[in-house]
């Protein structure tokens, strides 16, 4: 690659440590971008060497939204592990599977989300009058790590959308607290993933790190944004990364 190639990746892995710090789907800017930039890259290399910016930048993005949110360590930990486990299977399975079958999938439930939050203003913007149950905080973590988790490891687009709608409907969670509940499970994920993958040889080191440190930078800021504007500017960007992520997808699927 020469500079210029560089230079349009480690644009492509900023902006998408901001986007995934404040809603998700990150991964929808630097996975385009490398098949751009290297049209002979194999699919699972490339999912690998994002993860290494995905790690770091969902990393720096748990640690910022920390300082500032109550994050329940105890109940979320755990489901990171869930989380970790699940990815590597879903990445171990990538060889096997037709992953043009789960774009159509993901595009329906995208435009579902861009749907219910759109209907449903007050959801994610207030936290909910009436705090779930233990049993049930426990259960949709444990639920929304497994399953979006592998759902990483396999495909990966709008993880942290999907995990971010999860806890805000079923917890009752404002939009900047699901966030960072967000970040903390997909920081699992991603390792989870990334760990089978470099092991298995997908990884590109050296341009996995150097786009990880434009995508910490990316994180930290968005996660800043998203800290500082509240639940009403985290709606709204998630409304126009879901809407972002169905046309990519259609393009993907049907262009």
Request: aromatic share 8%; glycine share 12%; proline share 4%.
């Amino acid at each position: 690659m020469n500079l210029a190639d560089w230079a349009v990746l480690l644009a492509a892995a900023t902006a998408a440590g901001w986007v995934d710090a404040v809603v998700g789907g990150g991964g929808l800017i630097i996975l385009p971008t490398l098949f751009l930039v290297a049209p002979t890259i194999a699919p699972q290399t490339a999912l690998g060497t994002n993860k290494i910016a995905a790690f770091s930048g969902t990393t720096a993005a748990t640690i910022t939204f920390a300082r500032k949110v109550p994050i329940r360590w105890r109940l979320l930990l755990p489901g990171a592990v869930i989380a970790a486990g699940a990815a590597a299977a879903g990445s171990a399975a990538v060889a096997l599977i037709d992953r043009d079958y789960f774009i159509p999938i993901v595009m329906v439930v995208l435009i579902g989300v861009a749907i219910f939050v759109t209907a449903r203003p007050s959801i994610g913007v207030t936290m909910a009058t009436h705090a779930p149950t233990r049993r049930k905080t426990i259960l949709v973590v444990a639920l929304a790590a497994g399953l979006i988790g592998c759902y990483d490891g396999l495909l990966g687009p709008g993880t942290g959308t999907f995990l971010i709608i999860t806890f805000a409907t079923l917890l009752g969670t404002e939009f900047v607290r699901a966030a960072a509940m967000a970040k903390v499970i997909n920081c699992g994920s991603n390792l989870g993933s990334l760990l089978f993958l470099g092991a298995t040889g997908h990884v590109i080191w050296t341009l996995g790190l150097a786009m990880a440190v434009a995508n910490i930078a990316g994180a930290i800021a968005g996660s800043r944004m998203a800290l500082a504007r509240g639940a009403g500017f985290v709606r709204a960007v998630l409304l126009i990364v879901v809407v972002g992520m169905v046309i990519r997808l259609g393009w993907q699927q049907f262009g």
